[in-house]
């Protein structure tokens, strides 16, 4: 299929960017994130914080890439799945 490439890698570059985005958002102004973790009486919610911020960021740029995507994306899955959770 010669569509089925460019589609795909169109939503990497995507996820990528909405990865990245979020992850340097919760980095730059991590209090209300921290904040929200602890109301919801999590036992670590600094480290988790920083934990979510850096594989968002970092995943996100690793999936943008294509360097390493599939195992951000297991991370990216993980993260996401504990937001669900959380939420």
Known sequence: ?????????????????????????????????IKFLDEMDLVFPIATAVTVALIEGMGGLCFLLGFAARLASLL????????YIIA
């Not at 990497?12 to 980095?27: C, K, N, P, V, Y």
């Open 1 to 33: 299929n010669l569509l089925a490439s460019p589609f795909l890698l169109i939503c990497r570059f995507d996820w990528g960017i909405l990865f990245i985005s979020a992850g340097l958002d919760e980095m730059e102004d991590h209090r209300p994130f």
């Open 76 to 83: 990216l899955i993980f993260v996401m799945i504990g937001a």
